[in-house]
C-alpha cells in the first residue's frame, strides 16, 4: 500500500512569495490533516479535512493560508504571501476512519519550508 | 483552547531501563489518545493508541490512561538506542470532534 505523498520535500522562498504543497492520502482514506511543526514543537492542526469537506480550521492564518481537497483526494496547502515565521515543516496525514475515535493517522515525509 | 503538555526533555536512560514518558490534557471530554513516534529529520508514526481507562501493553510499549486526573502515560521497557527519538502525545478532542491537538515531545535518549 502506498503511502502519503507529499512534494516538493523542500522549498526556499523569500518573504512575501507565494508557495503551494501538494498532498496525495492513502487511498481509501476519507480525513485528511494539514500540519505546520516548528523545530522543537508538535505539529500544530492547520486544517482538518473529511472527504471534501473543512472538518476544522481553526488555527488556519485564513488572511495568507488557504487549502482545498477537491474530489476529496489530493489537497493543496497554499502560503501567500510568505512570512518569515512560516519557516517550518509542513506535514500531510491521512487516516481511514472518518469519525471513529481512534484515528491512526499516517503521515507523508512533510515539505521544508524556509522563507528568507 | 485544548492543551496537551509533555516534558520537552531530554529525558536520558541507560539501555535496558524502563523509559517513562508522560503527558497531561486540558479536554476533559477528550476519548482518544495516542503516542507517536518522530525521529530526527523524519514524519511521526504511531506507537500506540488507547481509549480506556487502565493499561494497554503491546510488545516493550506499555500505554497507561487515567481520565480522571487527566493523564497518559507511555512506558518502554528494556530501552534500547534505537528508541533514541522524540516521543509525541495526541488526543483527540471529545463530543464527536474527533480533532487531534499534539504536544511538543518528550526527547527520549537511551545510551548503550
Known amino acids: 500500500e502506498a503511502g502519503v505523498a507529499q512534494s516538493p520535500r523542500y522549498k526556499i522562498i523569500e518573504k512575501r512569495q507565494s508557495v503551494a504543497f501538494w498532498c496525495n492520502p492513502i487511498?481509501?482514506?476519507?480525513?485528511l490533516y494539514w500540519y505546520q511543526q516548528i523545530l522543537g514543537q508538535g505539529p500544530k492542526l492547520l486544517i482538518q479535512?473529511?472527504?471534501?469537506?473543512?472538518?476544522?480550521d481553526s488555527q488556519l492564518p485564513k488572511d495568507r493560508f488557504s487549502a482545498e481537497r477537491l474530489k476529496g483526494v489530493d489537497s493543496t496547502l497554499k502560503i501567500q504571501p510568505a512570512k518569515l515565521e512560516d519557516s517550518a515543516v509542513y506535514l500531510c496525514?491521512?487516516?481511514?476512519?472518518?469519525?471513529?475515535?481512534?484515528?491512526?493517522?499516517?503521515f507523508g515525509p512533510g515539505t521544508r519550508l524556509t522563507v528568507l | 483552547q485544548k492543551e496537551v503538555e509533555q516534558n520537552s526533555g531530554p529525558l536520558s536512560v541507560p539501555e535496558g531501563a524502563i523509559a517513562s514518558l508522560n503527558c497531561t490534557y486540558s479536554?476533559?471530554?477528550?476519548?482518544?489518545f495516542f503516542w507517536y513516534r518522530q525521529y530526527s529529520g523524519k514524519s511521526p508514526e504511531l506507537i500506540m493508541f488507547?481509549?480506556?481507562?487502565g493499561d494497554k501493553e503491546d510488545g516493550r510499549f506499555t500505554a497507561q490512561l487515567n481520565k480522571a486526573s487527566q493523564y497518559v502515560s507511555l512506558l518502554i521497557r528494556d530501552s534500547q538506542p534505537s528508541d533514541s527519538a522524540t516521543y509525541l502525545c495526541?488526543?483527540?478532542?471529545?463530543?464527536?470532534?474527533?480533532?487531534?491537538?499534539f504536544g511538543r515531545g518528550t526527547s527520549l535518549i537511551v545510551h548503550p
Open positions: 496525514a491521512s487516516s481511514h476512519l472518518a469519525g471513529r475515535d481512534y484515528n491512526e493517522q499516517f
Open positions: 487511498s481509501g482514506h476519507a480525513t
Open positions: 479535512f473529511q472527504n471534501n469537506g473543512v472538518v476544522d
Open positions: 479536554d476533559r471530554g477528550s476519548q482518544s
Open positions: 488507547i481509549y480506556s481507562n
Open positions: 495526541a488526543v483527540n478532542g471529545g463530543g464527536g470532534s474527533y480533532i487531534p491537538t
